[in-house]
Protein backbone atom coordinates (compact mmCIF):
# COMPACT_ATOMS: atom_id res chain seq x y z
CA UNK A 1 0.00 0.00 0.00
CA UNK A 2 1.92 3.21 -1.06
CA UNK A 3 0.91 6.23 0.86
CA UNK A 4 0.93 9.65 -1.32
CA UNK A 5 2.52 12.78 0.51
CA UNK A 6 0.06 15.43 0.20
CA UNK A 7 2.61 18.38 1.31
CA UNK A 8 3.87 19.38 -1.84
CA UNK A 9 0.26 20.04 -3.41
CA UNK A 10 -0.67 22.13 -0.57
CA UNK A 11 2.20 24.43 -0.98
CA UNK A 12 1.18 24.92 -4.02
CA UNK A 13 -2.46 25.74 -3.80
CA UNK A 14 -1.60 28.56 -1.29
CA UNK A 15 1.07 29.80 -3.77
CA UNK A 16 -1.37 30.20 -6.40
CA UNK A 17 -4.16 31.75 -3.83
CA UNK A 18 -1.69 34.35 -3.19
CA UNK A 19 -0.82 35.64 -6.35
CA UNK A 20 -4.45 35.94 -7.69
CA UNK A 21 -4.92 37.91 -4.28
CA UNK A 22 -2.23 40.08 -5.65
CA UNK A 23 -4.02 40.56 -8.58
CA UNK A 24 -7.30 41.73 -7.88
CA UNK A 25 -5.59 44.13 -5.99
CA UNK A 26 -3.50 45.65 -8.71
CA UNK A 27 -7.09 46.64 -10.37
CA UNK A 28 -8.10 43.87 -12.40
CA UNK A 29 -6.22 44.00 -15.58
CA UNK A 30 -2.27 42.81 -15.94
CA UNK A 31 0.74 44.08 -18.34
CA UNK A 32 0.27 40.63 -20.18
CA UNK A 33 -0.64 41.37 -23.58
CA UNK A 34 -3.20 39.16 -25.44
CA UNK A 35 -4.10 39.17 -29.46
CA UNK A 36 -3.19 43.49 -28.73
CA UNK A 37 -5.29 43.54 -26.21
CA UNK A 38 -4.82 43.70 -22.37
CA UNK A 39 -5.82 40.61 -20.47
CA UNK A 40 -8.89 41.14 -18.30
CA UNK A 41 -10.28 38.84 -15.71
CA UNK A 42 -13.26 37.00 -16.35
CA UNK A 43 -16.63 38.42 -14.30
CA UNK A 44 -20.50 38.00 -14.12
CA UNK A 45 -21.53 40.88 -12.94
CA UNK A 46 -19.69 43.96 -11.31
CA UNK A 47 -19.66 42.58 -7.85
CA UNK A 48 -16.46 40.23 -9.60
CA UNK A 49 -14.62 43.22 -10.43
CA UNK A 50 -12.85 45.60 -7.96
CA UNK A 51 -13.39 49.43 -7.65
CA UNK A 52 -13.57 51.72 -10.69
CA UNK A 53 -13.85 48.57 -13.38
CA UNK A 54 -17.04 47.05 -14.39
CA UNK A 55 -18.19 43.51 -15.68
CA UNK A 56 -19.01 44.35 -19.43
CA UNK A 57 -19.19 41.46 -22.51
CA UNK A 58 -18.23 39.09 -19.58
CA UNK A 59 -14.54 40.47 -18.40
CA UNK A 60 -13.76 43.32 -16.22
CA UNK A 61 -12.56 46.84 -17.87
CA UNK A 62 -12.36 49.91 -16.51
CA UNK A 63 -15.08 52.86 -16.26
CA UNK A 64 -13.42 55.40 -18.36
CA UNK A 65 -13.22 52.87 -21.05
CA UNK A 66 -12.55 51.81 -23.55
CA UNK A 67 -14.82 48.99 -22.88
CA UNK A 68 -15.10 47.01 -25.88
CA UNK A 69 -16.14 43.19 -26.05
CA UNK A 70 -12.87 40.90 -26.55
CA UNK A 71 -12.59 37.85 -28.59
CA UNK A 72 -14.20 35.34 -26.07
CA UNK A 73 -17.24 37.54 -24.36
CA UNK A 74 -16.99 35.08 -21.83
CA UNK A 75 -19.79 33.23 -19.85
CA UNK A 76 -22.31 36.51 -19.24
CA UNK A 77 -22.47 37.38 -22.87
CA UNK A 78 -24.03 34.04 -24.28
CA UNK A 79 -28.05 33.75 -24.23
CA UNK A 80 -27.55 30.26 -24.18
CA UNK A 81 -30.27 29.61 -26.83
CA UNK A 82 -29.46 27.53 -30.16
CA UNK A 83 -29.44 28.60 -33.43
CA UNK A 84 -32.90 27.24 -34.89
CA UNK A 85 -31.03 26.32 -38.22
CA UNK A 86 -34.35 27.74 -39.89
CA UNK A 87 -33.46 29.22 -43.92
CA UNK A 88 -34.68 32.61 -44.52
CA UNK A 89 -37.34 31.96 -47.37
CA UNK A 90 -36.78 35.55 -49.09
CA UNK A 91 -40.31 36.74 -49.63
CA UNK A 92 -41.27 39.68 -49.72
CA UNK A 93 -44.32 41.06 -47.74
CA UNK A 94 -46.73 41.25 -50.62
CA UNK A 95 -48.65 44.22 -48.24
CA UNK A 96 -52.13 42.79 -48.37
CA UNK A 97 -54.72 43.13 -45.45
CA UNK A 98 -55.77 40.00 -43.86
CA UNK A 99 -59.48 39.21 -44.84
CA UNK A 100 -60.10 37.13 -41.23
CA UNK A 101 -61.93 34.54 -43.16
CA UNK A 102 -61.31 31.24 -41.54
CA UNK A 103 -60.12 28.10 -43.70
CA UNK A 104 -63.14 25.92 -44.57
CA UNK A 105 -60.48 23.04 -44.24
CA UNK A 106 -61.91 22.18 -47.99
CA UNK A 107 -59.36 20.45 -50.21
CA UNK A 108 -58.77 22.06 -53.84
CA UNK A 109 -60.33 19.35 -56.35
CA UNK A 110 -58.41 20.75 -59.16
CA UNK A 111 -61.32 21.08 -61.36
CA UNK A 112 -61.34 24.48 -63.77
CA UNK A 113 -64.57 26.54 -63.90
CA UNK A 114 -66.46 25.97 -67.26
CA UNK A 115 -67.69 29.45 -67.50
CA UNK A 116 -70.91 28.46 -68.32
CA UNK A 117 -73.89 31.05 -67.32
CA UNK A 118 -76.91 30.17 -65.33
CA UNK A 119 -79.81 30.59 -67.60
CA UNK A 120 -82.06 31.21 -64.29
CA UNK A 121 -84.77 29.08 -65.83
CA UNK A 122 -87.38 27.60 -63.48
CA UNK A 123 -87.87 23.56 -63.17
CA UNK A 124 -91.48 23.09 -64.34
CA UNK A 125 -92.13 20.19 -62.09
CA UNK A 126 -93.46 18.16 -65.49
CA UNK A 127 -92.42 14.39 -64.27
CA UNK A 128 -90.64 13.07 -68.01
CA UNK A 129 -92.52 9.83 -69.01
CA UNK A 130 -89.42 8.53 -70.48
CA UNK A 131 -91.14 8.28 -74.13
CA UNK A 132 -91.23 11.80 -75.38
CA UNK A 133 -94.28 12.75 -74.42
CA UNK A 134 -95.64 15.70 -71.59
CA UNK A 135 -98.60 14.29 -69.18
CA UNK A 136 -101.04 17.29 -69.67
CA UNK A 137 -105.10 17.82 -69.24
CA UNK A 138 -106.05 18.04 -72.49
CA UNK A 139 -108.47 16.59 -74.90
CA UNK A 140 -108.38 13.70 -76.49
CA UNK A 141 -111.25 14.35 -79.44
CA UNK A 142 -110.25 18.11 -80.17
CA UNK A 143 -106.52 17.75 -79.01
CA UNK A 144 -106.83 20.89 -77.02
CA UNK A 145 -104.47 21.60 -74.22
CA UNK A 146 -101.48 20.60 -76.55
CA UNK A 147 -99.30 22.72 -78.79
CA UNK A 148 -99.60 22.49 -82.65
CA UNK A 149 -98.18 19.57 -84.23
CA UNK A 150 -98.96 17.45 -80.72
CA UNK A 151 -102.03 15.58 -80.30
CA UNK A 152 -103.46 14.21 -77.12
CA UNK A 153 -103.78 10.65 -76.81
CA UNK A 154 -104.60 8.39 -73.81
CA UNK A 155 -101.62 6.93 -71.65
CA UNK A 156 -102.09 3.23 -70.07
CA UNK A 157 -98.91 3.50 -68.37
CA UNK A 158 -99.27 6.30 -67.11
CA UNK A 159 -103.10 6.45 -66.69
CA UNK A 160 -103.03 10.04 -68.23
CA UNK A 161 -103.50 12.00 -71.14
CA UNK A 162 -100.37 12.95 -73.02
CA UNK A 163 -99.43 15.52 -75.40
CA UNK A 164 -97.34 13.93 -77.92
CA UNK A 165 -96.28 14.64 -81.74
CA UNK A 166 -98.86 13.43 -84.53
CA UNK A 167 -98.66 11.75 -87.66
CA UNK A 168 -99.26 12.98 -91.44
CA UNK A 169 -101.62 9.91 -92.93
CA UNK A 170 -104.93 11.60 -93.60
CA UNK A 171 -108.43 10.55 -93.01
CA UNK A 172 -109.35 6.92 -94.42
CA UNK A 173 -105.35 5.96 -95.16
CA UNK A 174 -103.93 2.63 -94.09
CA UNK A 175 -102.27 2.71 -90.82
CA UNK A 176 -100.87 0.48 -87.73
CA UNK A 177 -102.82 0.42 -85.05
CA UNK A 178 -99.75 0.12 -82.30
CA UNK A 179 -98.62 3.28 -83.51
CA UNK A 180 -101.82 5.28 -82.70
CA UNK A 181 -100.21 8.79 -82.96
CA UNK A 182 -99.37 7.73 -86.94
CA UNK A 183 -102.69 9.60 -88.39
CA UNK A 184 -102.62 13.63 -88.80
CA UNK A 185 -105.93 15.44 -89.31
CA UNK A 186 -108.52 15.74 -92.22
CA UNK A 187 -109.01 17.94 -94.80
CA UNK A 188 -111.64 19.87 -92.57
CA UNK A 189 -109.14 20.14 -89.61
CA UNK A 190 -110.82 17.89 -87.60
CA UNK A 191 -108.19 15.02 -85.51
CA UNK A 192 -107.46 11.34 -86.85
CA UNK A 193 -106.95 8.36 -84.85
CA UNK A 194 -105.61 4.82 -86.52
CA UNK A 195 -108.89 2.20 -85.75
CA UNK A 196 -107.84 -1.36 -84.15
CA UNK A 197 -110.49 -2.95 -86.03
CA UNK A 198 -110.16 -1.60 -89.78
CA UNK A 199 -107.04 -0.31 -89.53
CA UNK A 200 -107.98 2.96 -90.86
CA UNK A 201 -107.24 6.76 -90.17
CA UNK A 202 -111.06 7.85 -88.78
CA UNK A 203 -111.97 10.91 -87.20
CA UNK A 204 -112.09 11.56 -83.67
CA UNK A 205 -115.68 12.11 -81.67
CA UNK A 206 -117.88 11.89 -78.83
CA UNK A 207 -119.66 8.79 -77.65
CA UNK A 208 -123.24 9.20 -77.85
CA UNK A 209 -122.67 12.43 -80.14
CA UNK A 210 -123.83 12.91 -83.60
CA UNK A 211 -120.54 14.97 -85.44
CA UNK A 212 -119.62 11.92 -87.49
CA UNK A 213 -120.77 11.89 -91.39
CA UNK A 214 -123.69 10.54 -92.38
CA UNK A 215 -123.48 6.46 -92.07
CA UNK A 216 -120.83 6.42 -89.23
CA UNK A 217 -121.84 6.17 -85.92
CA UNK A 218 -119.48 7.12 -82.77
CA UNK A 219 -117.65 4.30 -81.30
CA UNK A 220 -116.76 4.52 -77.39
CA UNK A 221 -112.94 4.07 -77.38
CA UNK A 222 -111.51 1.72 -74.28
CA UNK A 223 -108.20 0.93 -73.27
CA UNK A 224 -106.60 -2.25 -72.96
CA UNK A 225 -108.30 -2.75 -69.31
CA UNK A 226 -110.87 -2.39 -70.79
CA UNK A 227 -111.38 1.16 -69.58
CA UNK A 228 -113.12 3.80 -71.20
CA UNK A 229 -111.06 6.72 -72.39
CA UNK A 230 -111.42 10.33 -70.92
CA UNK A 231 -113.89 12.73 -71.90
CA UNK A 232 -116.23 10.40 -73.94
CA UNK A 233 -113.58 9.89 -76.32
CA UNK A 234 -114.77 7.62 -79.54
CA UNK A 235 -113.83 7.30 -82.97
CA UNK A 236 -116.14 7.18 -86.25
CA UNK A 237 -116.88 4.23 -87.90
CA UNK A 238 -119.07 2.47 -89.76
Same mark, same amino acid.
Given at each position: MRTVDARPTLALGLAWLVSM?????? &? $?? !? =???VDGDS?? *?? /? *? @??? %?? #?? @??? $? *?CGFCQPLGGPQRCLTDVGPAADAGKADSGATDSGATDS??? %???????GTTDT &? !?? =? !? &???DTGTTDTGTTDTGSGVTPA? /??? #????? $????? &?CY? @? %?????? #? $?Q??????????CDPSALSSCGKSASGAPLLCDGVDQKCYPLCRAGSSTCPAGETCYALQDADKKPWPKQTGICAK
Open positions: SLALAA &G $CS !T =DRVER *FA /C *F @NNS %DC #VT @NYS $C *FGAT %DSGTTDS &G !TT =D !T &GTTD /CDP #VDWSG $CPAGQ &GW @N %DAISKT #V $CAHGALGQNAS
